[in-house]
């Protein structure tokens, strides 16, 4: 079979479905969600199951050790670490990999190498060879979501060439990208402000025709899809534009929302969860709606430069690391599980949320988690806290992995689960045949 292949069939079976279907090729360009429904409907026609999209979530600072043992890394019976325990609630959804290193060696720098630089194969990083690959088959090949990512210019997660490629920290322009017809070329780019809200017709709007026309090609179970797929479109927006308003009350104006709310700014770096959160509902709304089939998020960046208002340590999150004096490891534990707690947010919502089939999207769904280094206070390598989720029957979930050996082996079993083994050359040395059922 070419290279190419399977990518090739999903393709044809992509026209095929929407030549029978009656949608124009001028609906499909001009509405990303009549693509998205598309390919839904050939994936369902085809009978496709199993592991179809993966988000990539990069978690700096590694975690804390304490009598020189990982306090993330769970026991073999899946008994959580203290700052892995806030996964309790989907624990049994996980695959954790102990005694997992970084490729090439952790520390800070080191956030290119968390998604497998691969400086042999045109220095991209393996989420980056996903995009060209899993990612042709979707409307948006990735998206690249951000947290405070860009404070301080310290680099990003993922490279194509010479080039870092840029993540969006501002929720409102991935969604009015993503969702407002404007095309899925850029990756990042800068911030929105409330002004542009407020002159900006709403995204439903600008797509009623295009939606009215897609309703009349379509069955009566997708029409229920459909609607409830823009419900949810319209609470995101109405809390997106809800908390972007503020200053001269102009998003206020345009949305009828109360002007009390968030306003994103590059500047303002006191609201942490609320940016992850949302970030993490765009991510589960855009894959719902076939967008998308490659996310990677960064919550902040190597320096950890972010602060948490709801949390007892109020400096920075490098300071509990490195600088929390007679509190010990207190703070920089309290941080860490906060992160955990993050990422079981993200779990949760893929896991209440229904794909086309009807079933959960977490079923067909890989998270990963990446980080840079393993002890964040001694910047090691060794038993650093990676770990994946979701995957329904495709991965043996609920278990410790151990003897995992450098994390890119993590990254070729993903490629396996996604069935780009053969389209995307490995750099590890294994394949985590445990992880797999």
């Not at 069939?9 to 095929?16: A, E, P, V």
């Not at 942490?272 to 998308?292: G, I, M, R």
């Amino acid at each position: 079979m070419k290279k190419n292949s399977i990518l090739d069939i999903k393709r044809r079976g992509f026209l095929k479905t929407v030549a029978h279907a009656g949608i124009s090729t001028n609906l499909l360009r001009a509405s990303s969600l009549a693509s998205g429904m598309m390919l839904g409907r050939s994936a369902l026609a085809a009978g496709e199951n199993g592991v179809k999209r993966v988000i990539f979530v990069y978690t700096p600072g590694g975690t804390p050790f304490e009598n020189g043992k990982s306090m993330f890394t769970p026991s073999s019976n899946l008994t959580l670490g203290k700052t892995s325990k806030a996964l309790e609630t989907v624990k049994n959804e996980c695959v954790f990999f102990d005694n997992a290193s970084v490729f090439e060696g952790g520390g800070h720098g080191s956030t290119i190498k968390c998604l497998g630089i691969d400086y042999s194969n045109g220095k991209k990083t393996y989420d980056v060879k996903l995009a060209e690959t899993l990612g042709t088959t979707s409307p948006f090949p990735q998206l690249l979501l951000g947290v405070q990512s860009g404070e301080g210019n310290h680099g990003y997660a993922s490279q194509s060439g010479e080039q870092e490629l840029t993540y969006q920290d501002d929720p409102n322009a991935t969604f009015r990208r993503v969702f407002g017809n404007s095309g899925g070329a850029a990756q990042g780019g800068g911030s929105s402000s409330s002004i542009d809200i407020a002159r900006s017709q709403s995204i439903l709007d600008v797509q009623k025709e295009e939606i009215a026309a897609l309703r009349s090609k379509l069955g009566a179970e997708e029409k229920i899809r459909l609607d409830t797929h823009l419900a949810s479109i319209e609470r995101l927006e109405q809390r997106l534009n809800a908390q972007s308003s503020g200053g001269g009350n102009t998003g206020a104006v345009a949305s009828g929302f109360n002007s009390s709310g968030f306003e994103f700014s590059p500047t303002d770096r006191t609201r942490f969860t609320q940016e992850s959160d949302l970030q993490a509902d765009l991510a589960v709304l855009a894959l719902q709606a076939n967008q998308t089939n490659v996310i990677s998020m960064m919550l902040g960046n190597h320096q950890c430069e972010f602060k948490v208002s709801s949390l007892d340590w109020q400096d920075k999150y490098h300071q509990s690391i490195h600088g929390a004096g007679e509190q010990g490891l207190k703070p920089f534990t309290e941080v860490r599980s906060y992160l955990s707690e993050r990422m079981a947010y993200l779990i949760t919502k893929l896991k209440d949320t229904k794909d086309d089939a009807g079933n959960s999207l977490l079923d067909s769904t890989l998270v990963v988690q990446v980080t840079d280094m393993a002890e964040g206070d001694k910047h090691t390598s060794n038993n650093a806290p990676f770990f994946m989720a979701g995957g329904g029957s495709a991965v043996r979930r609920g278990q410790v992995v151990s003897n995992t050996g450098e994390h890119i082996n993590i990254l070729d079993t993903v490629s396996e689960l996604l069935g780009m083994g053969g389209l995307i050359r490995p750099q590890g040395n294994k394949i985590l045949t445990d992880v797999i059922s």
